[in-house]
């Protein structure tokens, strides 16, 4: 079993930048694998990014490419997402993800998830 939450988000101007962390709990995060997902009203959940579970090995949705940078350090069960020159687009609630073994971008897929934390980003 893992339990995950996430933190870091908020409000930011057009441009800034936030670093979302996602804590989790289990002696087995290590060999999970681990995503970024997030949701805006009225939309489906999006794929963001995802990581292996070594750290080596990372997959980006183009939206967010050469913006967003996703890692994790193990030794600190902790997965982060650091997001620059952000966009009013990319206002959503942000969710962290894991699974035993699979890392890609569709959602169902992934057996764990965090309660999600806000991302704002004004014009």
């Known amino acids: 079993q893992v339990q995950l939450v996430e933190s870091g988000g908020g409000l930011v101007q057009a441009g800034g930048s936030l670093r979302l962390s996602c804590v989790a709990s289990?002696?087995?995060?290590?060999?999970?694998?681990m995503g970024w997902f997030r949701q805006a009203p009225g939309k489906e959940r999006e794929f963001v990014a995802a990581i292996r579970w070594s750290g080596v090995a990372t997959y980006s949705a183009d939206s967010v490419k050469g913006r967003f940078t996703i890692s994790r350090e193990n030794a600190k069960n902790t997965m982060y997402l650091q997001m620059n020159s952000l966009k009013p687009e990319d206002t959503a609630i942000y969710y962290c993800?894991?699974?035993?073994?699979?890392?890609?971008?569709?959602?169902?897929?992934?057996?764990?998830w965090g309660q999600g934390t806000q991302v704002t980003v004004s014009s």
């Open positions: 289990g002696r087995t995060f290590s060999s999970y694998a």
């Open positions: 993800a894991a699974d035993p073994t699979y890392w890609g971008n569709l959602p169902y897929e992934y057996d764990y």
